[in-house]
């Protein structure tokens, strides 16, 4: 990216937020590039990491998030508050394109919380100086006691929220197995209508076969209406009869499904229990 | 590094830097000196040069560079006072956690 580009985008970027902090920040980052010379202009951009980290961090500070929190990491800026899904520039905060994997966005959380018993000590101008090896001591205790009772307070909540909850919870539970029995019921009377109808009909088509070829003696129009009518009643037999094998067919396949699911939902539930238990 | 920074020390190696010269410094070679310290841009060090502007702890001036303004930033009293706490609590810090590791033998 060149410096006019850079410039550019971080101008259009910057939008919205008063004509004079849009100059100053414009004019130090027009000053920091060209300070830099032309053979390093390269370098100073890609320093400044994207144009849109830019925009947000001076965004971010103006409107007085920066104040206090965040830290400087080996990997730039971090600021806890900016992980929240909502904040969607929280990565961008950061140089670009840079994945965090999983041990990594655990150092900084660790970080994070070392950074804020932080200012208290070095910041505050009354903070005495008497052994300050044993006031980060004290200063990591009340860390887990309060993540102790962080954890109990939740505990606490989520018991008072089920108790409150469970009335609507149960009346909610009553209404999916009234709707779930009710389809059920259904669905097993309708299957029983078929394969009621499908015999009846196999019936009916053998009587009036059977009465058609014995009309058909004596009057062959009768005899031959009754063995039309028979030849009606067998197809409908047929296609009873094969709406039920697929009804069958599909439940036969469901519950299939449902134990293939289940099984391997347990299965991976027993295979993580064994990984845990190992160590 | 494996150790952060956080504000105050970030704020602390700033003024440091600005004070290295009594005319100030632009933001550039502040950069530049930070740099020496800690990894860190451009862009990060224009919210904290901003605070710091905004506290008083530093105050800023145009001047004439190559035919174009170039903004220089200067330690004020308050910063200097501030530098100077900055100063005295990292000397304890510091000399403690050096006390600890020699304590351990290393």
Known sequence: MKKQEFLERLEYLLQGIPDADREEA????????????EEDEEDVIARLGS?????AL?????????????SFTDN????????DPNFEVANRLDLPDRVQDQEGSGETHGDGAYFQADP????????????????????????KRGSGFVRFAKAVLI???????????????????????FVGAVVITAILVTVGLTVLAFIIAAALGAFGVVFLLGSPLNGMFLIGLALISLGCGVLGAVLTGLVFWMAVLLVKVVVKLARRLIGSRTAKRKEAGRP | MVFNTGAALLDA????????????????????????????????LYPVLRRLLQEECLSAYDRAIDGRNRRYYKITEKGRVQLNLYRSEWSVYSANITRIFKEAGI
């Open chain 1, 26 to 37: 414009l004019a130090y980052y027009r000053d920091c590039i060209e300070e830099a010379g």
């Open chain 1, 51 to 55: 144009p849109e980290r830019a925009a």
């Open chain 1, 58 to 70: 001076i965004r971010a500070d103006l409107s007085g998030n920066l104040k206090d929190g965040g």
């Open chain 1, 76 to 83: 730039g800026f971090t600021d806890e508050r900016f992980r």
């Open chain 1, 120 to 143: 208290g000590g070095s910041a505050g101008p009354g903070a005495s100086n008497s052994g300050p090896a044993g006031s980060g001591q004290t200063g990591g205790a009340p860390g």
């Open chain 1, 159 to 181: 018991v008072v929220l089920v108790c409150v909850a469970s009335p609507f919870v149960l009346g909610a539970a009553g209404i999916v197995a009234g709707i779930v029995s």
């Open chain 2, 13 to 44: 190696i700033v003024l440091a830097a600005v004070s290295k010269a009594a005319e100030g410094s632009y933001g550039y070679r502040i950069t530049q000196d930070v740099r020496k310290a800690i990894d860190i841009s451009e862009s990060t």
